[in-house]
């Protein structure tokens, strides 16, 4: 066949110019990473970022512009004695500290928030002009700075000066995540190198299918980073599943290509015919099954959530990277190796056996529908788990990795301010007349919203920084001393006021902007941390009594912004978005399926049995998590992330599988030709699962020793559906659909109409005369 000549063409290019090729890999992996940026360079950890601006909470966020200007980027400073209440010597630091930090680079100016109400503690904003989430290095150069400045400036004996809030966090956890990802990817290829040595009980093989991987990474990470450079938004998931998926699914394709080579060679072919006839076989399947996961990932382009959008583009650069080394650099290394790629195991003519696959092949073809049907009721009951599902409530802020500077910034604003300011909900409303014309009006909003029930705590214009104003005193201290945002940190000469009064007046500007036409109320949740399922599930009563206080108020719009809206903005986007990329990457991948199969009949069943598979290993990770571990529920990315993976690698081994039945079924009687297909490729499907399994359970573990459920939950789910796929689904069910479908497993094509047996013009180069050659692994 034409594409078959194609495929062979790359493999003899790949063989002739091997030494070519190999050198032209390596030059690449050395020069992309030194000429191009890191990707732990350019990763936003805060998934708000990603929401489209039509959301709830964006609108809050705009709204919430004149108290403080949302066009720049905001870093809070926190300072505390650990002595007592401040001293004069560090308030005199603090107020050079202040000058000196609005002096960095790109600052615009930097607020000072005021004091704690027991005296021990300071708040600064610094804003930025850089670009909040934006690719690049502008934020981390900026909290650099900002950490340089501080210890520059030397900090008095006994006061502790820190960085908080979303921008240092997403710095601190950038550097984590960099370690994150060298562990990841160093853990992975350990696991895969020792798995190979099993299954091919050679030394170099593993070696030699791992190699081409390792390099797809080193030069795929670089390109995703430019492109982020170029506007791509990049996720810490983003970069970590770019090495897990690569590594995983590179290693699979080598596989498909490295067992078809053994084969070859225990078929008596020489080295480099069996390197060119193993392309010109499975190079289609290679193919088509990276086609499949790069339509899979270039679906979520339709997604409105940009977390979704933005990452399936990554990883479809690093499957494409891996597609040209896996037909070019794999071909070259078996061409230059040959035999001695499975030293000490046997490739000489004749040798290989059936082992335990032979067996499975003969059970399945003799006995098909009790086959089918037992996988059926055990899959159907996992899906049945699946209605215990309740989305998780991560969301909108990274927590502070353990030990950093931002973590014990982030404690001292827990210790020492309200709690709400640590991670409030905020309530913001747009006046149609200036605050300071009717603070009662306010005091009667913050009374409303504290009688609702849904706030431990209210924090507004009248009681900031845990003192109390009353209307009258607000409108006293404004008429003497004019607008908060633009008074010293302490108080002029000949101020007739206390330290304390004067305090809580300049803390206000937190809480009505400067034309007195915004103002807004920190809430903590009754439901619970903002972060939780409880608080995110409170959110629409907590905008319906936020919508109300708006009417009483006589204001003309509202928001609620924070961590709580913003999860459940995207999850509900998340759902919206699930129902829309399912059906567009349900049609893509059938498309192929159906031109690498030349049937309309098989895709149907393929597809049916991915989606079985995802139901049920979607029901299994709520079996473990929910029922078991007793989690809130799942990280809301789970259900989508593990269709789409499912979906794509999935159909990954259907093709090989399917391919190799399609291939023996142009010369055998169906069910000879689907036991001698099984014997073939049912190690390599096995083994491959397992490689891919692997890989993301290391990602699950690293996870969980990290304390980060969301990659934990990630990496467990897509391990256990890949390994369900792999030893029930590809190797049981879907060839026993196959035997009972007969013939119509090929329809439209002359193949449904000339029936099981071989078809006129052959199959070329295969080396399968004998079943006993199709054995690819250990016995």
């Known amino acids: 066949m034409r594409i078959h000549a194609i495929f062979g063409g790359i493999g003899s290019f790949a063989v002739k110019f091997r030494w070519f090729v190999l050198v032209a890999w390596i030059i690449a992996a050395v020069a992309v990473p030194r000429a191009l940026p890191s990707l732990s360079s350019v990763t936003q950890g805060n998934n708000a970022n990603f929401l489209p601006a039509s959301a709830p909470s964006e609108h809050a966020l705009k709204l919430a512009g004149p108290l403080g200007g949302t066009t720049l980027t905001p870093v809070s400073v926190a300072a505390?004695?650990?002595?007592?209440?401040?001293?004069?010597?560090?308030?005199?630091?603090?107020?050079?500290?202040?000058?000196?930090?609005?002096?960095?680079?790109?600052?615009?100016?930097?607020?000072?928030l005021g004091r704690s109400p027991d005296g021990q503690a300071a708040q600064f904003q610094v804003l930025s002009n850089v670009s909040q989430g934006g690719a690049g290095n502008g934020p981390n150069t900026l909290v650099k700075n900002l950490r340089d400045t501080i210890a520059r400036d030397k900090p008095p004996a006994g006061l502790s000066v820190h960085l908080a809030g979303a921008i240092a966090i997403n710095v601190d956890q950038q550097s984590?995540?960099?370690?994150?990802?060298?562990?990841?990817?160093?853990?992975?290829?350990?696991?895969?190198?020792g798995l190979l040595l099993l299954v091919f009980r050679a030394l170099l093989a593993p070696l030699v299918t791992l190699i081409p991987a390792v390099l797809a990474v080193t030069i795929s990470g670089p390109l995703v980073a430019e492109a982020a450079h170029h506007g791509l938004k990049v996720s810490p998931l983003a970069q970590i599943l770019l090495i897990v998926l690569v590594l995983g699914a590179g290693t699979d394709y080598g596989l498909f290509l490295v067992f078809r080579v053994r084969e070859n060679l225990r078929a008596g072919l020489d080295k480099r015919q069996a390197v060119v006839a193993a392309v010109e076989r499975v190079g289609e399947s290679i193919t088509f099954s990276a086609a499949t996961v790069v339509a899979a990932l270039l679906s979520l382009l339709a997604a409105t959530f940009e977390f979704y959008s933005n990452l399936g583009i990554p990883l479809a650069i690093g499957i494409v990277v891996m597609l040209l080394a896996g037909l070019t650099l794999l071909p070259a290394l078996l061409a230059i190796f040959g035999r001695a790629v499975f030293w000490p195991s046997k490739t000489r003519a004749g040798t290989g056996k059936a082992g335990v696959w032979g067996r499975v092949a003969v059970r399945?073809?003799?006995?098909?529908?009790?086959?089918?049907?037992?996988?059926?009721?055990?899959?159907?009951?996992?899906?049945?788990?699946?209605?215990?599902?309740?989305?998780?409530?991560?969301?909108?802020q990274t927590n502070a990795p353990s030990g950093t500077d931002s973590a014990t910034g982030t404690a001292i604003l827990s210790a020492h301010f309200p709690n709400t300011s640590a991670n409030p909900t905020n309530i913001i409303y747009t006046l149609r007349q200036s605050a300071w014309n009717d603070l009662p009006a306010l005091e009667t909003a913050g009374h409303q919203l504290?009688?609702?029930?849904?706030?431990?705590?209210?924090?507004?214009?009248?009681?900031?920084?845990g003192g109390t104003l009353t209307p009258a005193q607000l409108t006293a201290l404004h008429n003497q001393l004019g607008a908060p945002q633009l008074l010293p940190a302490t108080p002029p000469a000949g101020t007739a006021l206390s330290p304390l009064a004067y305090q809580l007046y300049r803390a206000t500007a937190l809480y009505i902007?400067?034309?007195?036409?915004?103002?807004?109320?920190?809430?903590?949740?009754?439901?619970?941390?903002?972060?939780?399922?409880?608080?995110?599930?409170?959110?629409?009563?907590?905008?319906?009594?936020?919508?109300?206080?708006?009417?009483?108020?006589?204001?003309?719009?509202?928001?609620?912004?924070?961590?709580?809206?913003?999860?459940?903005?995207?999850?509900?986007?998340?759902?919206?978005?699930?129902?829309?990329?399912?059906?567009?990457?349900?049609?893509?991948?059938?498309?192929?399926?159906?031109?690498?199969?030349?049937?309309?009949?098989?895709?149907?069943?393929?597809?049916?049995?991915?989606?079985?598979?995802?139901?049920?290993?979607?029901?299994?990770?709520?079996?473990?998590?929910?029922?078991?571990?007793?989690?809130?529920?799942?990280?809301?990315?789970?259900?989508?992330?593990?269709?789409?993976?499912?979906?794509?690698?999935?159909?990954?081994y259907n093709i090989l599988v399917m391919s190799r039945i399609r291939e023996e079924a142009q010369r055998l009687p169906l069910r000879e030709a689907v036991s001698k297909a099984l014997v073939a490729t049912g190690t390599t499907v096995t083994s491959a699962g397992l490689v891919l399994g692997g890989t993301f359970s290391v990602f699950a573990i690293v996870g969980a020793q990290q304390g980060s459920t969301q990659f934990r939950d990630v990496g467990a789910g897509l391990a256990l559906g890949v390994l369900m796929d792999t030893f029930l689904v590809r190797t049981l069910l879907v060839p026993s659909t196959v035997v009972l479908l007969g013939r119509w497993n090929w329809w439209p094509s002359a193949m449904s109409r000339s029936g099981a047996s071989g078809a006129a013009g052959g199959t070329g180069i295969s080396g399968d005369d004998d079943p006993s050659l199709s054995r690819a692994g250990a016995g």
């Not at 504290?450 to 920084?465: D, I, M, Q, R």
């Not at 949740?525 to 009483?552: F, Q």
């Open 80 to 112: 505390a004695s650990t002595q007592g209440a401040l001293t004069a010597a560090d308030q005199a630091w603090l107020a050079q500290l202040e000058q000196d930090l609005g002096k960095v680079s790109t600052v615009v100016k930097v607020r000072d």
């Open 176 to 193: 984590k995540s960099g370690s994150t990802d060298s562990q990841i990817q160093l853990l992975s290829i350990i696991f895969i190198i």
């Open 364 to 396: 399945i073809v003799s006995r098909p529908a009790p086959t089918l049907i037992a996988g059926l009721v055990v899959f159907g009951g996992l899906a049945v788990a699946v209605t215990a599902n309740t989305p998780a409530g991560f969301g909108g």
């Open 450 to 465: 504290a009688a609702s029930g849904l706030f431990t705590s209210v924090t507004g214009p009248l009681n900031p920084n």
């Open 513 to 652: 902007s400067p034309d007195g036409r915004t103002v807004q109320f920190e809430t903590g949740l009754k439901a619970g941390d903002p972060s939780t399922t409880p608080a995110m599930n409170a959110i629409p009563a907590v905008r319906t009594e936020a919508a109300s206080v708006m009417r009483s108020l006589g204001a003309s719009d509202y928001g609620v912004g924070g961590e709580a809206p913003a999860i459940y903005d995207i999850s509900s986007i998340s759902n919206s978005d699930l129902a829309t990329v399912i059906p567009i990457a349900i049609v893509v991948i059938g498309f192929l399926l159906a031109l690498v199969m030349r049937s309309l009949v098989a895709p149907l069943y393929l597809i049916v049995s991915v989606g079985l598979s995802y139901l049920a290993a979607l029901g299994l990770s709520v079996l473990v998590f929910i029922k078991i571990a007793g989690d809130g529920g799942l990280v809301f990315f789970l259900p989508f992330l593990m269709f789409v993976f499912l979906l794509a690698l999935g159909e990954d």
